[in-house]
Structures are given as C-alpha cells and as structure tokens.
C-alpha cells in the first residue's frame, strides 16, 4: 500500500491553526476588562459628559453613605456590588457580584450560618456559603460557584444566591463571621 504524503502537511496546518488560536486567546485575554463589570472606554471622551451626577454615583465603587457603621458586609442590590466594611468605617475590600432571581428587602441583617461547600438552590456546586437571611422559603446568601457561573437573575424559581468570584469568596468568608452585620441597601 502506497503511503500518504498528507500526514505531514496536516500536521503543519494543524499546528499552525493552534498557534494562531493561542495568539488570538493571548490577544483577547490582553485586551480584556480586569472585572467582568468593567467597561472599556470609549475613545469618545464627550459621551461621558452627558452621564449625569446620579449615575456616576450609581457605578462608583466607593462606599455608599446611609451604609451602617462599624463592621459589616454592605450589599448594594441596585450596583450588584459588596463592600466588606472594617471597625474604622473604611472599606477594606470591594468587588461585584450576580444577584439572583429574588433579593432581600433593604434592611439590616445578620449572619446566621456558614457552611465552607455544598450545592447551591440552583444546583450548582459551590463554596464559601454564607447565610444572612430567610424569607418564605427563600434562603439569602453569599457563595462563590466552584466553576464560576452566576445565577440566573430571570430563572422561574426563586432563589437568593449573590454569588462572587472564588477570589472575593474567600475574602468575605473570612471576614463574615457568625453576627457579622449584613446591610442590604437599594
């Protein structure tokens, strides 16, 4: 049986095809936002100019005011963000979070439970679950997904995960200890 001559030019091509597959996930990778709620800017400086003082504050990452005082986990349901908020009133840590299909009311809570792993109500594997909140049937809690999938903010059953990244997880696993004030605000 005669041999082909084509193993090797598709090898070639397929190595080439791998390569420039690297590069373009390289590429990506570089140009991409460091959080996934960031923005790219826009060349065009003036379309922030018509951004009004309400939005600004909206998307800021500072503390909000009217937050509580003294060691707490502020969870702003309208940034989708979380401050973890030490016994100085400063913000020691800040990052965004998935909200699921159903939030607390505004108001001051408590942490009730912790647990290091489990499943979450959506079904999904996660960790760093710390419980602050029940309401008719529906737990509310931080957990970090262990493949780092967020909840479905539409899904049809309510649940009341607010998950983060593993990362950010971690940080306010530590942090929110059993009584740690929780402040859920709009």
Do not use: C
């Amino acid at each position: 049986m005669p041999r082909s001559s084509t193993g090797p030019a598709v090898a070639v091509l397929t190595a080439a095809a791998l390569g420039v597959v690297g590069f373009l996930g390289y590429q990506a990778k570089a140009t991409a936002p460091d959080h996934r709620t960031q923005e790219r800017r826009s060349s065009h400086a003036n379309d922030a100019k018509g951004r009004t003082k309400d939005k600004a504050e909206k998307n800021s990452t500072a503390l909000p005011g009217g937050s509580g005082t003294g060691v707490r986990v502020v969870y702003a349901l309208g940034d989708s963000r979380v401050w973890l908020v030490g016994a100085d009133g400063k913000a020691t840590r800040t990052f965004p979070v998935g909200a699921s299909s159903a939030s607390p009311e505004p108001g001051t809570y408590q942490v009730t439970s912790r647990n290091p792993s489990g499943v979450g109500s959506d079904g999904v594997q996660v960790e760093h679950i710390v419980v602050f909140h029940q309401d008719g049937g529906v737990t509310f809690g931080f957990s970090a997904a262990m493949d780092g999938a967020m909840p479905d903010p539409q899904a049809q059953k309510k649940t009341g995960a607010v998950r983060e990244s593993r990362a950010d997880g971690t940080a306010l696993w530590e942090f929110a200890q059993p009584g740690t004030k929780v402040v859920v605000i709009k």
